[in-house]
């Protein structure tokens, strides 16, 4: 049953004049409070290094709602609204501000009745998540005295599982498991929700979601944009820690886990981990040959010209850095035996999409299967984004005299017609996080599962050099990539 949020508090974001404030969490809030899903005692305060009053500061993120709100901005709900912002000054890296921090927080108590609750947003590099949160408890900003003090964090949450494991620790030396919530935006997005659902809401997909009857599944994150301004981070996380690490084994678990016990935090999160836990099966010698890195060259986004990975802004001429990873994974427990799951990310490819398809098994070569060519086997298809919606795909006859087949499709579009303008990831998530429900942050357990996965591949690929780029912008990606499947008589299905 949905909780309504009652609860009063400031949120604090650290980062507060950065590019996910700007495009993400002031649009994020500002939905929120159009649906009337904030509190009424609520402030949110941006903190930043820069100079400039809370008149400015609201003006800049005027103009940034209305480049990115989901709702476009009606002036009397942005009067309501640009109340609740504040501007704060500091330097994140000096302790002492912190001092003067905690009694701005104060006084907006007494004139908010916000009472001492505060969600604080870590939006910065993560070189900084440290030691916010040291600085917080040393000026006791983060002791659950009569109120609650959160932490949101954003990812990465580490670069392997040693300082993943190092930050956690030092980060639970101040905020209990319970008031951390770790952010993978995927798990905010509508469909990644509706994948529970899907599954087990449905007689008909659950009693075939198997290897009995599924040939092999396949999930797609792929992207049109190249490094954008992201040099630096991306140089070292590449598509191996920005994207499979976190949104792609999150989307993996939530696609193969066992039905949960419960639907709740705790029950869901368990099957995620059991199934994250499963992928120790694909071990140094198996992932070697079913790991396909790729970086982008030169060439053509559509008609426009497009550079090549390692002539960006900021990126070295000689970085070796993927931009492409495509992965064939076994799970290798009862439900999916040895049936291989493909998972490919990328930028600047062929199209923009995040989609799920699993490809059931063909019926034996007799009757249709022997006497036509071109029977496809049936398809689901889950799309996450940016269209939203579930499609089946399965052989019919084709109307007319001649006996011919033709493959035809059930759609259902979530996001097609107006009235149905789903909320975006960062509304659910911090809707969430003020709700006090962890179902769907990421819990150390499942980040330190997927850490141990990721360092397998990583210590492989530090053994040899990789021959880039070996992909053209606008395709789908390095040829390895569709031989991985090929080899198993499989195909991308790029629809
Ligand atoms: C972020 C990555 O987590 O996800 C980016 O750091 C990537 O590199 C982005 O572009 C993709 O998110 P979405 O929601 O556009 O699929």
Not at 43 to 59: L, M
Not at 306 to 318: D, H, Q, T, V
Not at 480 to 491: A, F, I, Y
Request: hydrophobic share 35%.
């Amino acid at each position: 049953m949905e909780r309504k949020i009652v609860s009063p508090c400031v949120m604090i974001i650290f980062g507060g004049t950065g590019d996910l404030t700007h495009r993400k969490l002031i649009p994020a809030l500002y939905n929120l409070f159009y649906e009337g899903n904030l509190p009424d005692s609520f402030a949110v305060v941006g903190v930043g290094r820069k100079d400039k009053n809370a008149s400015e500061y609201k003006h800049e993120l005027q103009a940034s709602l209305e480049k990115y709100s989901r709702y476009k901005i009606k002036p009397e709900v942005w009067e309501q609204f640009s109340k609740k912002i504040q501007y704060y000054k500091m330097e994140i890296t000096v302790s002492e501000h912190y001092e003067g921090l905690k009694v701005f927080l104060n006084e907006m108590d007494e004139t908010l009745g916000t009472q001492g609750n505060r969600l604080y947003y870590l939006s910065v590099a993560p070189s900084f998540f440290e030691m916010i949160t040291k600085n917080l408890a040393q000026y006791k900003m983060a002791e659950n005295v009569d109120s609650w003090q959160r932490l949101i964090i954003e990812k990465p949450f580490g670069h392997n599982l040693e300082t993943a494991n190092y930050l956690n620790t030092e980060i639970s030396k101040v905020f209990p498991q319970e008031n951390i919530f770790r952010i993978d935006h995927y798990l905010g997005k509508e469909m990644l929700q509706n994948m529970l659902v899907i599954r087990f809401g449905n007689a008909l997909f659950e009693s075939f979601w198997n290897s009995r009857y599924i040939e092999n599944i396949q999930i797609t994150s792929s992207e049109t944009v190249g490094v954008e301004n992201r040099a630096d981070y991306y140089e070292a996380s590449g598509a191996l820690r920005d994207m499979l690490q976190n949104h792609m084994l999150q989307l993996l678990a939530l696609v193969a886990m066992e039905p949960p016990a419960a639907i709740d935090a705790k029950s869901i999160r368990d099957e995620k981990i059991k199934f994250l836990r499963t992928l120790s099966k694909n071990n140094a010698e198996i992932i070697k040959g079913n790991i396909v890195r790729g970086q982008y060259g030169e060439g053509k986004m559509g008609s426009k010209p497009a550079l090549a990975y390692r002539s960006e802004n900021g990126i070295s001429p000689k970085s070796n850095t993927e931009t492409f990873i495509a992965a064939k994974l076994i799970a290798g427990n009862f439900r999916w035996g040895n049936m291989p799951f493909y998972l490919r990310t990328g930028k600047r490819m062929k199209q923009k999409t995040t989609k799920v398809v699993i490809e059931f098994k063909s019926l034996p070569e007799i009757l249709y299967f022997k006497e036509y060519n071109g029977m496809q086997p049936n398809l689901l298809e889950i799309r996450i984004q940016p269209s939203e919606g579930v499609s089946f795909s399965f052989n019919a006859k084709r109307p007319g005299t001649q006996n011919g087949i033709t493959n035809v499709m059930m759609d259902f579009c979530q996001n097609c017609s107006l009235e149905n303008n789903s909320p975006e990831a960062y509304e659910r998530l911090i809707a969430d996080a003020l709700k006090n429900d962890q179902t769907l942050f990421t819990s150390w357990d499942e980040i330190e599962a997927s850490w141990s996965f990721i360092d397998n591949i990583a210590n492989i690929w530090r053994q040899e050099q990789p021959q880039f780029p070996n992909y053209a912008p606008d395709t789908y990606g390095p040829s390895d990539s569709d031989v991985l499947l090929t080899n198993n008589g499989h195909k991308w299905w790029n629809t």
